[in-house]
């Protein structure tokens, strides 16, 4: 079985996204700038066939994100706007045709819904019954390979306080938001046991890379 | 008239002191470990007559923390944990009778005390008037030197809140504290119109750079 990775980008006052999301701006007010280091590489550049990118680090660290992935599970907030009953079930996601995940997406959810299959090897799954069933779920999907913890702060924290998380990469931007989603909250003293393995940084953003003792 | 100067190490968790402050962890516990970085330079060790610390970014960034400093503010929490009135005055700070300041720290309280002079060129003053007396004050003590505001994180709010802080340093080291004191809080939305003008790091430490637009 892989690993259960999860990786991030923060500003350095600790939010992982800005406040007031709306469907304008998913990432909240200010949340977009916190990817700047990232649409500025080679790789993620790639994705829309433009060759223009940097490479060097944050390029090898983008790659890293998605690399050896076999599934993904995100959180309903990150899924999209609708809550509640999903309605009409028009929402497919923020992404477009072909989301950028190209395997099985788990999205946690109080409401059931039939798979959402996209373009390029995405499909929706809707777990309603937590978090664990989430993962097993997941996993049975990768196979061999990991299993990405996707976002957002809150599902992240509901795995980190689980103790369900391997490995973790936190991407650390300059940026101040001031407000927001913040990452390292409610998680009962912290997430235990991780250990940083590595700490590097390009004058955009520090990468720390964190290990769980015993994963 | 100098820079107004906020150094800062910080968890990545976002922490500038662990829990549960006593006498004998006068950071809370964990707290020391964010020093590790300081504790390994040789600057650090030069203090105590070492010549064997670490040289390199660290060391140069360690070093710049008290260069051109003429005068420090800081927090009675800071100061001690005596709480209310000073009592027998006993209390002549954490630092022993010759404190790593070498020069007037104005210490923020409500309740008045005489000026306490330790060896070494550190005075402790202290102030009832409030922040922008402390900053006057610091201010003409250090001529065309530079203020350090040297903390805790509530006496940095106080003085980032009001716009007084020209530049800030922020020492990001990889340790999750899980609990303490929070550096960015309570800030009304956050420092304004801070832009980072460096990002380096060790492998035990990010150092980010922030100047004040207009500063």
Redesign the interface.
Known sequence: MGKVRFTQTMS???YTAGPEQTRKEPLGRGGEDLHEWMFATRTFRQMGGDESGETGLDDERMRRWNENIGAHIMGRNMFGPVRGDWGDEDWRGWWGDDPPYHAPVFVLTHHAREPVEMQGGTTFHFVTEGIEAALARAQEAAGTKDVAIAGGASTAQQYLRAGLVDEME?H?V??????GER??EN?D????G?E?V?????????H?S?VRKGA
Chains 1, 2 share one sequence.
Request: proline share 10%; aromatic share 12%.
């Open positions: 350095l006052d600790g936190l650390v300059p940026l101040l938001l001031g407000a990452l390292f998680l003293g912290g997430p235990a991780f940083c590595e700490l590097v940084s390009s004058p955009a953003v520090a720390y964190y």
